[in-house]
């Protein structure tokens, strides 16, 4: 479960603080430039920034802190549902690495998540 935390620290970290702070860097790098540049950019930003954040406590309290990964398995299983699937289908633009990335995170985080603990 660390190992996740670390990986959220350093993919979030980074993508929260060039979204939050170089937007338009991160339309072209993040986002791959498979959107057009919005201040939306930064509301991303604060989304990431927050998920780095709850991981780094989560670092010290893992068990405590793993609604964080059920939010990222919503939230990302969400977006690949309604955004990067229908993109796909329809050979439309939409940023592959991102969809890739969330794919391999959507079928990691429900062996990571402590589905037990959650119940109880």
Not at 5 to 13: E, R
């Amino acid at each position: 479960m660390k190992l996740m935390y670390l990986a959220n620290i350093v993919v979030a970290g980074v993508i929260s603080l060039t979204s939050l702070f170089y937007p338009k860097t991160a339309q072209r790098t993040v986002f791959t430039g498979a959107f057009q540049y919005s201040e939306a950019i930064r509301l991303v930003g604060a989304l990431w920034l927050a998920i780095f954040l709850l991981s780094i406590v989560g670092l010290f309290y893992p068990k405590q802190m793993s609604l964080v990964f059920v939010f990222q398995l919503i939230y990302k299983s969400s977006w690949l549902l309604i955004v990067a699937l229908p993109a796909f289908l329809n050979n439309q633009q939409y940023p592959k690495a991102m969809a890739l990335f969330f794919m391999v995170w959507v079928v990691l985080l429900p062996f990571v998540i402590p589905w037990k603990s959650l119940i109880n």
